[in-house]
């Protein structure tokens, strides 16, 4: 979805400048700054890694890390595409530089994702809120965030 959209942006900015008179040109470049604003926005708050320490986990973004502490896990689980099935996103990215924002599942309510690939999924809840990431190798993520904390699952 990313290299799609990215060669759309850019067709639509060649096609523009390309075919607005000099006039409309102002228009083009307008919509330009938009799209790239867009661009630029999905970038920096996409997911790029997971870190977790004997007392945060650490979701890792090129602007504003977001950090939750171990204390407040009550469970971690695995789920899957299957189980997510429905899910609407009420305010965030679904497939540009990955899966990240607010979304609504009927079976697991309000979730936070920083999802990078949907094919391995690790569900975290706290006592107030639901998040969702995808580590490389979950079973290994599950099994060292579970150890050291006070997981209820």
Do not use: C
């Amino acid at each position: 979805m990313t290299a799609g959209l990215t060669v759309l942006f850019v067709g639509i900015g060649v096609l523009e400048l390309s075919t607005f008179s000099e006039e409309a040109k102002i228009g083009a470049f307008v919509s330009i700054g938009i799209l790239l604003a867009v661009y630029g926005a999905a970038y920096v708050f996409r997911t790029t890694g997971y870190t977790l320490t004997g007392d945060e986990l650490t979701i890792h973004r090129p602007i504003s890390d977001v950090t939750y502490s171990r204390q407040t896990i009550d469970s971690v689980r695995i789920v899957t595409k299957e189980q997510l099935k429905f899910t609407i996103r009420t305010f965030g990215v679904g497939g540009f530089w990955g899966y990240y924002g607010k979304f609504y599942n009927s079976s697991f309510g309000k979730m936070t994702w920083y999802v990078t690939r949907r094919d391995q999924m690790v569900l975290i809840k706290t006592a107030d809120k639901i998040i969702l990431v995808s580590p490389d190798n979950i079973d290994s993520f599950t099994r060292d965030l579970e150890k050291d904390t006070h997981v209820l699952s």
